[in-house]
């Protein structure tokens, strides 16, 4: 028996041996890879941090021996917008304002002189267009009086007895055929003449109606460029008074007094 187990125990301690053995052989040829797999592959870059400037001691000092500066700099930077006095910013209000209504009141000043311009350009060619629609019908009443008088001859000529005078100095067998030849004439002549009246009575209608639309349109101009003057007026006025009362309370104000 004991042969037995010393038998034993040394066929497991040489199957010992031998599994280390075989362990060992394995992990020196892994190492062995490992380093050859490191020297065949390139090494990666090395990222490295910049070097961080340290101040010296001199200024650190100088920097926390003065703190009442840095106090100093960031009340005078503050204190502008909070000491601010509000008597200061009212009269800055007030003149921006005052500013304001002048600018305001300078452009409606050149809108409305603007649009007076305007007005009397076109009041301007209203007049001359009357004027000129006038001479026109003047013009043509004088045809129309020539050719009513034409007319009127032309009637007096067309009675019998003065048709039979015309033609008596014809020596003729037919004197009835000169008489209505004659006739004939007056009664073209007449036709004619009335179909110019016509035409020159219509002529002068529309240049009536033409003079009247001229005539209202300068009367509407004429009457926005009065109200326009009249409101022009009254604005100064109104401004002149409101400047002198408020004038007048600076004027009688007293200066405060200083205090000691």
Known sequence: MPKRTVRNFLM???????????LLVDSSAQRRRKRRTSRSRPSAPRITN???YQPSPGDNSNNSSDP??????TNSQTA??????????RQTIRS????????????????????????LERLSRAEQRSAQ?????RDVQAKQAELEARAEDIDYALKPENIERSVAGYGTTHPEEL???????????????????????????RLQQAIAASDAEAERLHKR????????????????????TSQQPQAGASPSPTPY
């Open 68 to 73: 009442t500066s840095a106090t100093d700099n």
């Open 96 to 119: 921006l304002s005052n500013q304001v209504d002048k600018l305001s009141d300078k452009i409606n000043q050149m809108e409305e002189s603007q649009r007076s311009l305007v007005d």
């Open 80 to 89: 502008p917008a909070t000491d601010r006095d509000p008597e200061a910013t």
């Open 12 to 22: 497991a301690a040489l199957a010992l041996l031998i599994v280390t053995g075989f």
């Open 133 to 137: 629609l006038r001479t026109e019908q």
């Open 179 to 205: 008489r209505e030849q004659r006739r004939r004439q007056l009664a073209n002549e007449k036709e004619r003449v009335q179909k110019q009246l016509d035409q020159l009575n219509e002529s002068i209608q």
């Open 50 to 52: 910049p070097a961080i």
């Open 225 to 244: 460029l009065d109200a326009a003057d009249e409101a022009a007026i009254r604005n100064a006025k109104t401004k002149a008074q409101s400047e002198g």
